[in-house]
């Protein structure tokens, strides 16, 4: 297997763009995870899916912030509009069953740049 | 609200050390713990995961132990190589399916 995919790799863009982040999970996890990264904060989940199925999005930090799971085997992390301290490092990470039990399979992340 | 606490922020040492990098946590009701590794650019792998009823997981040169009641885990590493220069984070699992970061500990492992 592949490993989480993530795309793009690196995104700039200027504020008040729309961005998209987009994450394909290991075949066959049920568990799906979208953190944030950042020198301040750390690494934060933001959101997470069982069986495409958003199950917490309390961590998501506001309502320009959403994301979807239409199948089991794509993620989109939508930013509209992105503001400058948006700027991080976006991870999608997938496990197999319950998410307490399996560890957590990381991608290699979205580094995204707001100007 | 759980926090998770990792000491020290940044370790630098000389090839073939032992060296033990500590992770706390505020809540000790906790489901697992779990120790990762991240390289520079790179996603983070999971180098060991302990379940709350256990005390220590070993996976080659590396040892993790945990102690819950106390809010401690270390993560021993014997024979230090340069290979193993990299951030390391603890994350704690409560009862829900969320892990919590600490903020990592940055080792450079020199020849």
């Known amino acids: 297997d592949a490993g989480v995919i993530q795309s793009p790799r690196h995104e700039v863009t200027e504020m008040g763009q729309e961005v998209t982040l987009r994450c394909k999970p290991i075949s066959g996890h049920d568990y799906l995870f979208w953190y944030r990264q950042t020198m301040m904060r750390g690494l934060e989940l933001l959101i997470y899916?069982?069986?495409?199925?958003?199950?917490?999005d309390s961590g998501m930090p506001e309502d320009r912030f959403s994301a979807k799971m239409p199948n089991a085997s794509f993620s989109t992390l939508k930013i509209q509009p992105s503001e400058p301290r948006d700027s991080a490092v976006y991870f999608c990470?997938?496990?197999?069953?319950?998410?307490?039990?399996?560890?957590?399979?990381f991608g290699p992340g979205t580094r995204l740049t707001v100007l | 609200k759980q926090e998770v606490t990792q000491i020290p922020a940044a370790l630098s040492v000389p090839e073939g050390e032992n060296l033990v990098l500590n992770c706390s946590f505020t809540?000790?009701?906790?489901?697992?713990l779990q120790w990762f590794r991240q390289d520079p650019g790179k996603g983070l792998t999971s180098l060991l995961l302990?379940?709350?009823?256990?005390r220590e997981q070993t996976s080659g040169r590396l040892n993790a132990s945990l102690d819950k009641s106390s809010g401690r885990s270390t993560l021993y590493i014997a024979a230090s190589q340069p290979g193993d220069s990299a951030t390391y984070l603890c994350a704690v699992g409560d009862n829900t399916d969320k892990l919590i970061f600490g903020t990592g500990t940055r080792l450079q492992v020199f020849p």
């Open positions: 809540d000790s009701a906790i489901y697992n």
């Open positions: 302990i379940q709350s009823s256990q």
């Open positions: 990470a997938s496990s197999l069953f319950r998410g307490l039990t399996d560890t957590q399979y």
């Open positions: 899916f069982n069986n495409n199925v958003p199950i917490d």
